[in-house]
T-cell receptor
Framework: DAGVTQTPRHEVAEKGQTIILKCEPV?????LFWYRQTKIQGLELLSY????????DGGAFKDRFKAEMLNSSFSTLKIQPTEPKDSAVYLC??????????????FGAGTRLSVL | QQKVQQSPESLSVPEGGMASLNCTSS?????YFWWYRQHSGEGPKALM?????GDKKEGRFTAHLNKASLHVSLHIRDSQPSDSALYFC???????????FGKGTSLTVIP
C-alpha cells in the first residue's frame, strides 16, 4: 500500500516568494494533518482536516499559511510570503477516523524548506 | 506551554544495553499515548500505542503508562544501532483526534 507522499522533498525559496507544498494521504484515510518540525519547537500543528473540512487551524500560523484539501486524496500547504524563519521540515500525516478509539498517524517523509 | 514534556533530550547507550525514555503530560484530559520514532531524513513512524495503565510489550520495546501521574515511559532492551533515532511521545484526548507531541529524545546506540 502507498503511504503518505509529499512533494517536493526539498524546496529553496527567496524571502517573499510564494511556495506550495503537496501531500497525498494514505488511500481511504479521512483525517489529514500538516505539521512544522524544527529542533527548537519540535512538531507544531499547522492544520487538521477531517473529510476535507478544516477542524483546526494552528493559531500562530493563520497569517501566511493556508492549507487546503482539494479532494480527499490531495492537500496543499501554501506559504505566502515566505520568511527566513519559515525554514523547517513540513510534515503531512493522515489517519483513519472511525469514531472509535484514537488511531495512529502515518507521516510522509516531509519537505525540507530553506528560505534565503 | 508545552503540554507534553520528554526527557532526557539525548541519550547514548551501548549496543545490547537498555534505553529508557520518559514523557510527562500536563493535561489530565490526555488518555491516549503513542511513541513515534523518526530516523534521519524520514518522517516519524508509530512504534506503539498505550491507552491503559500498566505495561505493554512489543518485542524489544515496553511502554509503561501511569495515568495518575500522567507519566509514560518507553524501554528498549537489547538496543541495536538501527534504534538510533529521534523518539517522540504523543498524547491525545478522547473524541479529539489532534495529537500533542513532545520535543523528542535523540537516542544513539554505540556499536
Amino acid at each position: 500500500d502507498a503511504g503518505v507522499t509529499q512533494t517536493p522533498r526539498h524546496e529553496v525559496a527567496e524571502k517573499g516568494q510564494t511556495i506550495i507544498l503537496k501531500c497525498e494521504p494514505v488511500s481511504g484515510h479521512n483525517d489529514l494533518f500538516w505539521y512544522r518540525q524544527t529542533k527548537i519547537q519540535g512538531l507544531e500543528l499547522l492544520s487538521y482536516f477531517r473529510s476535507k473540512s478544516l477542524m483546526e487551524d494552528g493559531g500562530a500560523f493563520k497569517d501566511r499559511f493556508k492549507a487546503e484539501m482539494l479532494n480527499s486524496s490531495f492537500s496543499t500547504l501554501k506559504i505566502q510570503p515566505t520568511e527566513p524563519k519559515d525554514s523547517a521540515v513540513y510534515l503531512c500525516a493522515s489517519s483513519l477516523w472511525t469514531g472509535g478509539s484514537q488511531n495512529t498517524l502515518y507521516f510522509g517523509a516531509g519537505t525540507r524548506l530553506s528560505v534565503l | 506551554q508545552q503540554k507534553v514534556q520528554q526527557s532526557p533530550e539525548s541519550l547514548s547507550v551501548p549496543e545490547g544495553g537498555m534505553a529508557s525514555l520518559n514523557c510527562t503530560s500536563s493535561d489530565r484530559n490526555f488518555q491516549y499515548f503513542w511513541w513515534y520514532r523518526q530516523h534521519s531524513g524520514e518522517g516519524p513512524k508509530a512504534l506503539m500505542s498505550i491507552f491503559s495503565d500498566g505495561d505493554k510489550k512489543e518485542g524489544r520495546f515496553t511502554a509503561h503508562l501511569n495515568k495518575a501521574s500522567l507519566h509514560v515511559s518507553l524501554h528498549i532492551r537489547d538496543s541495536q544501532p538501527s534504534d538510533s533515532a529521534l523518539y517522540f511521545c504523543a498524547a491525545s484526548r478522547p473524541g479529539y483526534q489532534n495529537f500533542y507531541f513532545g520535543k523528542g529524545t535523540s537516542l544513539t546506540v554505540i556499536p
